[in-house]
């Protein structure tokens, strides 16, 4: 998507510059969230202030959310038909498949040394050994790299 | 139970670093603890909210918050999902001129990656262990599809049409 945004906002609408971009980038990899959700809240609200922003977000959810709602109503509808359980059957573990990989790519970018390793090590560790709720690993995980930051300045 | 529905997903949408897939594990967590939806069910709309355009966190929500309490549950999940992304990015804007900031914020993004990291990959696991695919009762299909699908998404065939050609799998073996 992100080829798509930059040769229409860049090149089509001259809201931006081409150095503009990997900004836009770096914050919507920095707030939580889809990226291109938080792009096109960037980009809206540099455009037209705050109705800019939600006017962006919203523009771009619609189409999407439509679709959501059709293929709702379909699943709800047809859900128990033997041969949508069959394609179900098959879906499931390419959907297990489609989850493991996500992690997989995430954790290219993220386990990139051994400070890292041992954080997703510990995490791993906590998730199967006890019920830790996700929230309190994650604001864990944040601690752990803002201490490190921390230290690391003072030792400098 | 709206207020309920408003406080999860808002909560989700704040801890979401790292893009929509983020957000899987902290969703499956809150079906579970609700009690909203089957372990099954919720793979099912995972299927469904991966097969349709747009983010999959805000799909997935749309979904459990219709599934929940109608078209109000929808709209609520949906919207209370967004805000923290909204928040944070016009925050974030605020805040980029200082640079000593924007260095703490990366440092807490390189603790936080790691453990988004872990959430995915248990997620994955425990639902795979849920679908009965990493159990004792699994039938080899499902492992060989389960490997296609991760194959085809290297190669970087869209989401979409992995979704499909499993569902015509699916159809084909267990249909004839």
């Known amino acids: 998507m992100i080829p798509h945004i930059e040769s229409e906002i860049v090149n089509k609408k001259r809201w931006f510059m081409r150095r503009d971009v990997p900004d836009i980038i770096a914050i919507a990899q920095s707030a939580p969230g889809s990226i291109a959700i938080n792009s096109s809240i960037y980009m809206g609200y540099k455009v037209r202030g705050i109705g800019g922003a939600l006017a962006a977000m919203l523009g771009m959810l619609l189409p999407a959310a439509l679709i959501i709602v059709l293929l709702t109503y379909l699943f709800l509808t047809y859900q128990e038909l033997p041969i949508v359980e069959d394609a179900f059957k098959g879906i499931r573990p390419a959907i297990i498949g489609l989850i493991l990989f996500a992690g997989f790519k995430i954790g290219r970018g993220a386990i990139r040394d051994l400070f890292t390793l041992l954080l997703f090590t510990v995490a791993v560790v906590l998730l199967f050994g006890l019920t830790i709720s996700p929230v309190f690993l994650i604001i864990g995980g944040a601690l752990a790299g803002g201490l490190l930051h921390a230290y690391r300045k003072k030792r400098s | 139970m709206l207020f309920q529905l408003f406080i999860e997903f808002f909560t989700i949408g704040l801890f979401g670093f790292g893009g929509g897939y983020a957000m899987i594990p902290l969703m499956e967590q809150a079906v579970r603890e609700h009690q909203w939806l089957s372990q ?26 219709y599934q929940t309490s109608g078209i109000v549950g929808a709209i609520i999940a949906a919207g209370s999902n967004l805000l923290p992304s909204l928040i944070l990015v016009l925050l974030l804007i605020k805040l980029i001129a200082h640079h000593a900031r924007t260095q703490l914020l990366s440092q807490s993004l390189y603790g936080i990656h790691p453990v988004i990291t872990a959430l995915i990959l248990y997620a994955g696991v425990r639902m795979g262990v849920q679908n009965d695919i990493f159990s004792r009762s699994a039938e080899y299909p499902q492992y060989l599809i389960m490997i296609l699908a991760i194959i085809l998404l290297y190669k970087k065939v869209s989401p979409v049409w992995v979704i499909s050609i499993s569902g015509l ?8």
């Open chain 2, 40 to 65: 099954q069910q919720f793979t099912d709309i995972i299927a469904i909210a991966g097969s349709a355009p747009g983010p999959i966190a805000t799909n997935t929500a749309l979904f459990i918050g």
């Open chain 2, 169 to 176: 799998l699916g159809m084909l073996i267990y249909g004839l």
